[in-house]
């Protein structure tokens, strides 16, 4: 028998409004580790959604390499596979790069090298902004250790496309011509010159800026995750996941965490009640804004809030009669 809630997310195709906060991942964790990774996970949202410079939306997070070979997230310690996924083309194209970028290259890698994968606005992807992921090797307590950041970018993808033939003709390796296939790649290098970025991204990575920014945002995320662990103890329905992250992040932007303007106005409140407009969850863990286009007409079996047989194709502004609005149907 079909589980009701795997009926509803194929009646509803949450692969075109992927949901950024995905808080029923977490239910998985201990009540202790639970907190932890949420905090982490929201600190990250609202720093790279955050409606601040580029420079101040740098997300770091750190990957240990045991000597069995095991690339672990050292936030939630777990294998970093474990969340890639393959369920379209652009999906494929984001593992591969990560695969490439924690797997090949980074084992690859020596002491003070960097390894850096390109991912590109617009092409196959919903991404309004670019994203250049760095990460620094080092060794600590007899592991290799990624010291890694997200860096956002208004940077064209044929901008990002020259960053990386500088790095490939450096090597001499066929150039890449399509700037959707720098998604699959990661690069190693021993330094970090030929990076021309439209920030100061590097400069306030070396002072140390980013890391300060996040430890400030998940010492305020983390006595909302507390709350949100025990609320997902009791979490059945899918209204019960989405009103628990509504509330967090909420919560969040009352703490001063603002976020950018919404991509798809409208939504925040109604189709997905948490949803932060239409940001996404990239590959390598980004949260990216995307551009998921205009409105339009779906058919929709049932109603995803009291579950009621709609059958029909209904148009965005369609109100249940359980009282919810369907602002969203992208």
């Known amino acids: 028998m079909v589980d009701r809630q795997e009926k509803i997310n194929s009646q509803f195709d949450f692969t075109e409004t992927k949901k950024v906060f995905d808080t029923a991942i977490y239910k ?25 410079n580029l420079e101040e939306r740098i997300n770091p997070w750190y990957i240990a390499i045991t000597q069995e070979g095991k690339i672990i997230n050292l936030t939630s310690r777990e294998e970093v ?81 020259l960053l990386a033939d500088k790095l490939l003709i450096k090597e001499g390796k066929d150039l890449i011509f399509n700037p959707d296939d720098l998604r699959q790649a990661a690069f190693l290098t021993s330094n970090l010159d030929f990076l021309d970025l439209d920030s100061k991204a590097l400069e306030e990575i070396k002072k140390g800026a980013p890391r300060k920014i996040k430890s400030r945002a998940v010492w305020d995320a983390l006595p909302i995750a507390k709350q ?21 992040e909420r919560l969040m932007q009352e703490k001063g965490w603002k976020i950018n303007t919404y991509a798809c106005p409208g939504s925040l409140n109604q189709e997905l009640e948490f949803r932060f407009g239409n940001y996404v969850m990239d590959g390598m863990g980004n949260f990216r804004q995307a551009n998921l286009g205009e409105k339009k007409a779906k058919y929709v079996k049932e109603c995803p809030y009291c579950h009621k047989v709609i059958e029909k194709k209904i148009e965005p502004g369609y109100q249940c009669s359980c009282g919810q609005v369907f602002e969203g149907v992208c």
């Open 228 to 248: 949100m662990s025990i609320e997902l103890e009791f979490a059945v329905h899918e209204r019960d996941y989405i009103r628990s992250g509504a509330a967090a």
């Open 81 to 161: 596979a474990v969340n890639f996924g393959n369920n379209n083309e652009l999906s494929s194209a984001e593992t591969a790069g990560a695969i490439d970028f924690y797997y090949q290259k980074a084992k690859q890698a020596k002491e003070n090298e960097f390894i850096i994968s390109f991912s590109p606005s617009g092409g196959n992807s919903p991404y309004k902004e670019s994203r250049i992921n760095i990460a620094k090797v080092r060794h600590l307590l007899g592991m290799k250790v990624l010291e890694c950041y997200g860096i956002p970018s208004k940077l064209s993808p044929q901008d990002l496309l």
């Open 28 to 52: 998985k964790y201990s009540l202790k580790k639970r907190s932890w990774v949420i905090a982490h996970d929201l600190a990250g949202l609202v720093i790279e959604a955050g409606d601040r």
